[in-house]
């Protein structure tokens, strides 16, 4: 146990769904991430928040639209996916953006 | 940006000491250097992180020369259950918040 959780831990949706991951840490901290990896590729940063702004977008398509309402939740809402939208998508957590990361167990995500 | 490379991967005995190399040439003067574990189908796990020359925690060993473009984590008498990805990351100063993790380095621990 990390102190961040994800839901759901696995996701089947086809490519006209509307989706959303959530993302909780119960460590008081105050940046989060999300994070994509796909099959045998390292982990790509999307979005970074700080104190719930969002900090950094790293070029990710629109169809991926994040939110941050607190500072201890985290959401990745889903829309229009592509087939090679199918990844493990992770999120973590920070103290600040220069400290350690905790990361959740991540959502399996299938887009059919 | 500051990229990070390390060898794909690497086999070792249970028992021995391993060290891993990651080169990051490029790494700005606020980054520091952090390592991370991942088992298959969890969440990266923290290991350790450092700025400048050797840090030492319960679990591994970093070592960072005073240039430092280069960084050794070193994970003593490992065991079957350190089989893993090990990531070397450095950031986040290296131009805006960005972390970039490389491809790791794929540790396979023999009996």
């Known amino acids: 146990e990390t102190g961040v959780t994800q839901t759901p831990r696995h996701l089947v949706m086809g490519m006209t769904n509307k989706k959303s991951l959530k993302c909780e840490q119960h460590?008081?901290?105050?940046?989060m991430y999300w994070y994509k990896q796909s099959a045998k590729k390292p982990l790509e940063l999307m979005f970074v928040?700080?104190?719930?702004?969002?900090?950094e977008n790293n070029s990710v398509p629109s169809r991926f639209s994040p939110e941050c309402p607190n500072s201890s939740h985290l959401f990745l809402h889903l829309h229009t996916l592509q087939p090679e939208d199918s990844a493990l998508y992770l999120c973590?957590?920070?103290?600040?953006?220069?400290?350690?990361?905790?990361f959740g167990p991540g959502t399996r995500l299938t887009v059919l | 940006l500051a990229k990070t490379t390390q060898p794909i991967s690497m086999d070792s005995y249970e028992g021995q000491e391993v060290n891993i190399t990651c080169s990051h040439n490029?790494?700005?003067?606020?980054?520091?250097i952090t390592w991370y574990q991942q088992f298959p189908s969890q969440g990266p796990r923290f290991i350790i992180q450092?700025?400048?020359t050797k840090v030492t925690n319960e679990v591994a060993s970093l070592f960072i020369p005073a240039d430092r473009k280069s960084s050794t984590l070193s994970l003593p008498r490992v065991s079957l259950s350190d089989t893993a990805v090990y990531y070397c990351?450095?950031?986040?100063?290296?131009?805006?918040?960005?972390?970039?993790f490389g491809t790791g380095t794929r540790l396979k621990v023999l009996a």
């Open positions: 460590l008081g901290h105050n940046a």
């Open positions: 450092g700025y400048k």
């Open positions: 928040y700080s104190l719930e702004e969002r900090v």
């Open positions: 490029n790494i700005a003067t606020n980054d520091y």
């Open positions: 990351l450095v950031g986040p100063y290296s131009g805006t918040y960005k972390y970039i």
């Open positions: 973590a957590s920070s103290q600040d953006v220069d400290n350690e990361q905790f």
